[in-house]
């Protein structure tokens, strides 16, 4: 901590100088990351090239069919219910939290949090290696997550239950009910 | 010979002028010519005229929040499709969309594009998100941006969440009956804001209305402005590349 504190001094230090020399004319052509270029056509090219990858993976992905299941029957619940995969995250909290917890403050107090969080990180520096402790705390919350998904989506069965058998999401499994 | 010269010089001229008319400049040969084309043609004026060599490397955003934005359009326009083929009414949803699948002209292919678009979506905004934090692209002077950007999230899971009933089979009223259910443990609002999103005390007819116009009007309306706003911030405040 004493060490990310005085990384945070120099950090401010340091930014507070680049703010001075912010408006100093830099037109001199020099090839290095800093010049200033016109985005037409370097820049639109690139976006082209990202939009054309991401038809060429649409398309190919779009051979594989979305999944539709048997008419809605409201008779016939399937088991396990599971909501879609980004909620899984949630339905696994309620699963193990009271649900006035898992359901209502815990998912209030991520969202605030979040919109909170640029005036929460005093740390004014931008450089990884000065802020371990956000990068840490952001992992973290990126890593339980994405466990929690996972849980959800591959290793909760019947009733919800624990499964070590990578339950494919809901689609296969609808309890024996005709789906 | 020379009728026909003249008809190709006429038919050319005709075509340069057509194109003239679209793209109200030339070739970006010079400096000045890309940055007057920049000003004067939509797709480039919606974008910086100039930039600096490092806001545009590709490992920087990897373009995420552009591939974002890229499904969002992708999305709209398959969605427009399988409108005119889509009816929100538990008589006929789940039958349009077995016709969609067998019998529309390409009708499965451009619904399974708009279903495994909107997955990616929600994980190119994710990953957006995570490279917005990482850079630490949303301290001062871009805290608001980032408050909108987390809206914009919201946003895409909620378009997720309501299309995800539309098909109006098993998979679909079961899921949203469990992530509305959700909803009913917030104190004393919880079972209320639960009838207001179902229109009832079970999913049926009104919920697969309430779903259907928040899907195709409410939410894209929203998130459309609000990315308009997100993009206008990233221009006014300042790109951020460069660390
Ligand atoms: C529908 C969802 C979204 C779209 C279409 C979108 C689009 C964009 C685009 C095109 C940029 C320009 C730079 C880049 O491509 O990275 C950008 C920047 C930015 N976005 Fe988003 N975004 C979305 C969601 C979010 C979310 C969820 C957050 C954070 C919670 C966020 C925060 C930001 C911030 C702070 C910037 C400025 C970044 C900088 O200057 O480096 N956006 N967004």
């Known amino acids: ?179 | 010979m020379r009728v026909i010269r003249a008809a190709i010089d006429e038919a050319y001229s005709v075509m340069a002028q057509m194109v003239g008319s679209v793209f109200r400049h030339g070739l970006p040969l010079t400096d000045k010519i890309a940055a007057r084309t920049a000003l004067t043609n939509f797709v480039l004026h919606i974008h910086p005229v100039r930039v600096r060599r490092s806001w545009i490397r590709m490992s920087y955003t990897l373009c995420l929040g552009g591939l974002s934005f890229f499904l969002f359009i992708v999305l709209t326009v398959t969605g427009l499709y399988l409108m005119f083929y889509y009816v929100p009414s538990t008589q006929h949803a789940y039958q349009d969309m077995r016709d969609l699948q067998f019998v529309v002209t390409f009708g499965g292919f451009i619904r399974n594009m708009h279903r495994w678009a909107a997955h990616a979506m929600v994980i190119t905004v994710w990953l957006h998100m995570a490279r917005v934090f990482l850079t630490g692209a949303y301290k001062k002077p871009r805290e608001f941006n980032w408050g909108i950007g987390t809206v914009l999230l919201l946003i895409t899971l909620l378009l997720s969440f309501t299309g995800y009933l539309l098909p109006w089979d098993q998979l679909s009223i079961w899921a949203v009956t469990v992530g509305t259910n959700m909803a009913k443990y917030a104190p004393i609002a919880g079972p209320y804001t639960r009838y207001l999103m179902l229109g009832g005390r079970a999913v049926g007819d009104a919920t697969l209305l309430r779903f259907y116009v928040m899907h195709v009007v409410g939410l894209p309306l929203i998130g459309f402005l609000l990315m308009v706003i997100h993009f206008w911030r990233v221009r006014k405040d300042g790109f951020s590349g460069g660390l």
């Open chain 1, 1 to 179: 901590m004493a060490t990310e504190a005085r990384d945070r001094i120099a950090a401010r230090d340091r930014i507070a100088a680049q703010r001075r020399t912010v408006d100093a004319p830099s037109s001199v052509r020099d090839d290095s990351d800093d010049e200033m270029i016109v985005s037409f056509p370097e820049f639109i090219f690139k976006e082209f090239i990202a939009s054309v990858a991401m038809t060429v993976f649409l398309i190919i992905v779009s051979f594989i069919p979305a999944p539709l299941l048997g008419q809605a029957n409201p008779g016939v619940t399937p088991n396990p219910s599971k909501a879609p995969w980004y909620f899984l995250g949630l339905q696994e909290l309620l699963s193990r939290f009271p649900p006035l917890m898992a359901g209502v403050a815990f998912p209030t107090f991520v969202i605030v949090l979040m919109i909170l969080v640029p005036f929460l990180d005093r740390n004014p520096s931008r450089r990884p290696s000065e802020r371990k402790v956000a990068i840490i705390l952001f992992a973290l919350y990126m890593v339980i997550v994405v466990a929690l998904v996972l849980i959800g989506v591959f290793f909760r069965g019947h009733e919800f239950i624990w499964n070590w058998g990578w339950v494919l999401g809901s689609p296969q499994s609808c309890g024996g009910a005709a789906c």
